[in-house]
């Protein structure tokens, strides 16, 4: 089980889109829609954001959404704030009852 | 609403067996999910460990299976984790997580630190 690949940083400014790429292969994110997110501030535990590659778990705001093509997932965070900076990190289902997660992008908001 | 909470030694030496255990609260682990260990070596990523059934089913990484166990007392409404054979590479905070569907945890316990070091 290869992490999944993910860029090392994204930024924007205040207001601006970014967008955190997520790539697998076909045994894991092109193969299954379940892939979640999770964002994580320093020294705090994971929370995911989203799930089954677009669903928004109650209470996240609308301005997170995710989205996958072929063996590449994709969480949008339109709008940014300042709240937003932290790291995110994606995780995929990868057959028989196992995941595996990327290797994790900080947001930084300029 | 369900909480989990990770306890155990935050010092093993080298070549030792890391044990954690992971109670959970407010929810009956018999009633379902998978209950799994993810953890995180300071400064770098998430790494999932494994995921364990309330009948006692396991799945382990692969790249870690040789060296882990995972168990669940359903009498205590808890599940825990062995890491055999440590090395400083092990030195993460561990977390413990509910697992909702596929590929999501939906609820997480604080962390714990775990330092391996003689």
């Known amino acids: 089980q290869s992490a999944l690949t993910q860029p090392r940083s994204v930024s924007g400014s205040p207001g601006q889109s970014v967008t955190i790429s997520c790539t697998g292969s076909s045994s894991d994110v092109g193969g299954y829609n379940y892939v979640s997110w999770y964002q994580q501030y320093p020294g705090k535990a994971p929370k995911r954001m989203i799930y089954?590659?677009?669903k928004r778990p109650s209470g996240v705001p609308d301005r997170f959404s995710g989205s996958k093509s072929g063996n590449t997932a994709s969480l949008t965070i339109s709008g940014l704030q300042a709240e937003d900076e932290a790291d995110y990190y994606c995780?995929?289902?990868?057959?028989?009852?196992?995941?595996?997660f990327g290797g994790g992008t900080k947001v930084t908001v300029l | 609403q369900v909480q989990l909470q990770e306890s155990g030694p935050g010092l093993v030496k080298p070549s030792e067996t890391l044990s954690l255990t992971c109670a959970v609260s407010?929810?009956?682990?018999?009633?379902?999910?998978?209950w799994g260990w993810i953890r995180q070596p300071p400064g770098k990523g998430l790494e999932w460990i494994g995921n364990i059934y309330h009948s006692g089913s396991t799945y382990y990484n692969s790249s870690l299976k040789s060296r882990v166990t995972m168990s669940v007392d359903t009498s205590k409404n808890q599940f825990s984790l062995k890491l055999s054979s440590v090395t400083a590479a092990d030195t993460a905070v561990y977390y413990c997580?509910?697992?909702?569907?596929?590929?999501?945890?939906?609820?997480w316990g604080q962390g714990t630190l775990v330092i391996v070091s003689s």
């Open positions: 089954d590659v677009t």
């Open positions: 997580a509910r697992r909702d569907g596929y590929s999501q945890f939906d609820k």
């Open positions: 407010d929810y009956s682990i018999t009633r379902g999910y998978y």
């Open positions: 995780c995929s289902y990868a057959g028989s009852n196992t995941v595996v």
